[in-house]
């Protein structure tokens, strides 16, 4: 299994807003694309020093091809949209990680 992670700290100007957008449209959005099997979103328990909150999305896909799909087919979509709507109140990073293990 890979998951796509998603990190992202938004600024508490555009929190609300931000919260709404991504149950409502981001990730049903990229759960409608059929490339993935679930995600979770957690809050990071972490203050940082730039404020703001931080939280983590995680989409759970079977194999690689299809997040290679995904970056091919959809990732500029949603990116973009992100970036227009948040802009520089939205700070993200992406991390792929490959499931080992579970206990």
């Known amino acids: 299994m890979i998951i796509y992670n998603i990190t992202i700290n938004i ?3 555009a929190h609300d ?3 709404e957008w991504i149950k409502e449209y981001y990730i049903s959005g ?4 059929k490339l993935f099997n679930k995600a979770r979103m957690v809050k990071v328990l972490v203050e940082e020093e730039m404020g703001g909150q931080t939280y ?3 989409f759970e896909t079977e ?4 997040l290679d ?3 091919r087919e959809h990732f500029d979509h949603f990116e973009n949209e992100a970036r227009r709507k948040f802009g520089e109140l939205m ?3 992406k991390t792929e990680l490959q499931l080992i293990s579970e206990h």
């Open 69 to 71: 799909q995904y970056y």
């Open 30 to 33: 990229i759960l409608a694309t």
């Open 91 to 93: 700070l993200t990073f």
């Open 17 to 19: 807003q931000w919260m």
């Open 63 to 66: 194999d690689r091809a299809k």
């Open 11 to 13: 600024h508490e100007s």
């Open 56 to 58: 983590s999305i995680q």
